[in-house]
């Protein structure tokens, strides 16, 4: 019996400590259950298989990928470790229906587990998520019995096994995505950070395949599982390193012009400013909204209006120059399969979505995130508007008002979790650094609305232990306030 494993899957995938929760007796559990999800709804029994840089990724993808050839499903399996993506790419042809990513995404090194992708290059949405964690309960609490299994489903031959490299490909996509020509005229330098992930030597390969002539260096692209240092999620806490190097830079004069940063399994993108000033994911999709919508939006037929899908976490920037050009908003629970779920639906006209952790997702590339992609189209925006990053920023704050923007991440013990949410539910505030709260939100989290225009969230994480705080205002200072508040408010450690 495997009743006390735990395997839960989350906002995007299951996540847990390698060698505690994530270890071969979870793979191979999660493959049955993959695999009974496929046998059930008679799809190919065929899965592609890929991984990232992460410790023991490569080994638990092969592991994976044996014990589902053991239960008759044929598995492509990839020859390296690849941009997540990359496999989104890939399951876009041929004939596997579903994809699994062994990926961590962008926690910390200690932390491996498992994403799901679909024919669409999609993450796997809720109903097949829920179909596959019954099952995957079921079989924690039972067991798993290979003869069994074989018996049910009347399994005579093992699958096949057979190796792929799904790069060109997805370097080939990147390149008809985007308005490459325009691109080949931008010449300015650049400083790649793709914080020791997949995407390192990518920007590179793509930049010299495609003749750009954008001159760069990459930081931060060796294969080291325990990122040391830092925490692969392309946030300004874990950038402190790339900001003063290009600090230096530029006091030293030899600027970079941009810097251009990815999350460990590059899905998830950020910039910095020439002087080392972090651009967050929120002024990303700020910069990429006005891009598409004045620059690249087919306006069609007037009756099929252009929406927007933004998830509760973003901020109010981009509902006011969604509102500049008559896009539709649809707002949604935090995670971005919620996006992709709008982009699929064929009874709307989704051009761009994305969240606040920098997963965004343009209609005309594919319903699922990329950074390299996003650092393509950004660099694009640079071209069309000509203008720099900076530039681009103070012209829509000088448009739509100033943004800031920041949030605190706690990570809680289970007591204090259910302790912090009994606060929030039973005795929230009315005040919030003595600016009344006009509405409180409830889709996600709590989201109190203020009545300056400011917003604070708290926001549980569906993949880890941690309570997410955002913040945002027309000051940094009120920001920096009311995140002071939610410390003292909630009793939180820093």
Known sequence: MDNKLKIKFGTDGFRAIIAKNFTFREIEIVAFAVSEYIYKMDMPAVINVCYDRRFMSDKFAKFMSDTFNALGVSTNYSQSAVPTPALSCAM?????????????????YEYNGIKIKTHDGASAPQNIIN????????????????????????IKNDGTNSQFDPIPKYLDNLKNAIDIDKIKKLKIRALVNPMFGVQAGLFEKFAKDNGLNISFEEMQSEHNPQFPGINPEPIAPNL???ALKMKNAKADGTPYDIGLCYDGDGDRFAAMTSDGTFVSPQLIF??????????KQNKGNPANTPEIAKTFSVTSLVTKIAEKYNLKINQTPIGFKYIADLMLDKSKNVIIGGEESGGIGISYYMPERDGLFLSLILLEALCYEEKSI???????????????YDRDDYHLPEDKFNEVKNILSDNPPQKICGINVSEIQK???????????SWILFRFSGTEPVLRIYAESSQIQTVNNMLDFAR??????C
């Open 443 to 453: 889709l996600d989290g709590f989201k109190f609305m203020l009545s300056d225009g």
């Open 92 to 108: 876009r042809s041929g004939k596997a229906e579903l994809g699994i990513m062994i990926t961590a995404s962008h926690n910390s």
């Open 131 to 154: 179909e596959i964690q019954k099952t995957v309960d079921h079989y924690c609490e039972c067991g798993i019995d290979y003869k069994k299994f074989r018996e049910v489903h009347k």
């Open 240 to 242: 402190k390193n790339m």
């Open 390 to 404: 900076e530039q681009i920023i103070e012209s829509l704050f000088n448009q739509f008002g100033r943004h800031d």
């Open 286 to 295: 700020s910069i990429l909204l006005y891009h598409v919508a004045k620059n």
């Open 488 to 493: 003292v408010f909630l009793k939180l450690k």
